[in-house]
């Protein structure tokens, strides 16, 4: 094989996968951390539910495989609370499952991956499919929490601390960021990476996903830098007429003060078929563009990781006109 046949496989692989290092994360172990959150066994992992503490379980066992830390002064990796229910009024427990990979030369400053694993459970009564998988929404953001847990743990080279959240009963009003928010040192959190709903293609077209909150911090901007050449792009919101960035658990860290943003990739103006409804299941996501997406993150916020970039402190307050 001459020179030139080898530089045009390189370069096509470099438009194929955000970096060289992305391609680390697989696609078989994407589509196993997929599937496996959003099978039936998991009864639609409504808070507070025997489904729910099945996947708890398994994004434990993930961690622990990885190798991740507890945090803080936590003796396992759930971080547990009780809170009510403001529709039922009744008293839940539940936890968010935390995991933790120290930094190196700045391991005081702290980076959050995070993906809600809640979801909503089962129609109490019915014929037919009763169960709400909650494939997009969220399993695909809680398998990227896990693939990149394990792409930063194998690489070894973080800078900066990075915390792995699965937040728990966003369904019931970011209940589980709320509550780990409460007990932070906000001015030692650099950046809040949220993903959510990433399976799907989106309007924007294929290797793209979208940003909530996008004018809001340079978060966004120094994600777009470092994906220059890959051939993925990243876009701001499509959907302002949603409120989509006060509408996942990012807003309850930006609240605070941290640049805290959403990664999803799904059309939403085309989604509602799916989108809180029992067809919301593992075989209506792409793979590839899940695999990709995830790639893309990696590459996207490397450089904030690394402690090359610190984005500007978010803005909560809307602009005047």
């Known amino acids: 094989m001459n020179l030139r046949k080898i530089a045009m496989i390189a370069l096509g692989l470099l438009l194929v996968f955000p970096s060289v290092e992305a391609q680390k994360i697989k696609k078989k172990t994407v589509k196993k951390h997929l599937y496996t959150l959003a099978s039936d066994e998991m009864q639609g992992r409504r808070t507070g539910t025997e489904g729910i503490e099945k996947a708890a379980k398994y994004i434990e066992g993930e961690f622990k495989k990885i190798g991740l830390k507890t945090y803080e ?39 959050i991956i995070s993906a809600h694993y809640d979801h909503l459970g089962m129609k109490k009564e019915g014929e037919g499919d009763l169960i709400f998988n909650g494939a997009n929404d969220d399993a695909s953001g809680v398998t990227g929490v896990l693939a990149l847990a394990e792409y930063y743990a194998k690489r070894g080279d973080n800078e900066r601390t990075i915390v792995f959240i699965a937040f728990t009963a966003e369904e019931m009003g970011l209940v589980g960021s709320r509550h780990f928010g409460k007990g932070i040192d906000a001015s030692k959190f650099v950046a809040g990476i949220n993903l959510e ?125």
């Open 197 to 321: 709903m990433m399976g799907k293609e989106p309007n924007t077209g294929p290797k793209t996903a979208w940003l909530t909150g996008f004018e809001r911090s340079d978060f966004g901007k120094i994600v777009q830098k470092n994906l220059e050449g890959t051939g993925y792009k990243l876009f701001p919101d499509p959907y302002p007429q949603f409120g989509l960035f006060f509408r996942s658990d990012n807003a309850s860290l930006a609240r605070l003060g941290v640049p805290s943003h959403t990664f999803s990739t799904t059309p939403l103006d085309k989604d509602g078929e799916y989108y809180h409804q029992v067809t919301d299941e593992a075989e209506t996501l792409d793979m590839n563009v899940l695999t990709e997406t995830i790639r893309a993150v990696a590459k996207g916020t490397e450089s904030i990781i690394m402690g090359k970039d610190t984005p500007t402190r978010v803005v909560i307050e809307e602009k005047k006109k």
């Open 73 to 111: 002064n936590l003796t396992s990796y759930r971080q547990t609370f009780t809170f009510k229910n403001r529709r039922t009024n009744e008293d839940i427990t539940a936890s968010n499952i935390i995991g933790v990979l120290e930094g190196k030369s700045k391991k005081d400053e702290y980076v």
